[in-house]
């Protein structure tokens, strides 16, 4: 499976191309930390 990465170093853009297999492959968790975020500051302001 091909993944394209791409890293801003200073003022220039690189495009990285990095080859893994399919096993290694596993969902991103940073959009349920997220949620949580949201949440516990949507339960602060309440107060």
């Known amino acids: ?3 394209l990465i791409v890293i801003m170093i200073g003022n220039r853009i690189l495009r990285k191309r990095i080859y893994v297999h399919v096993e290694h492959v596993q969902p991103s968790r940073c959009t349920e930390e ?3 975020w949201l949440v516990e500051g949507r339960s602060e302001r309440k107060r």
Do not use: K
Request: charged letters at 35%.
């Open 1 to 3: 499976m091909n993944t």
């Open 34 to 36: 997220g949620e949580d």
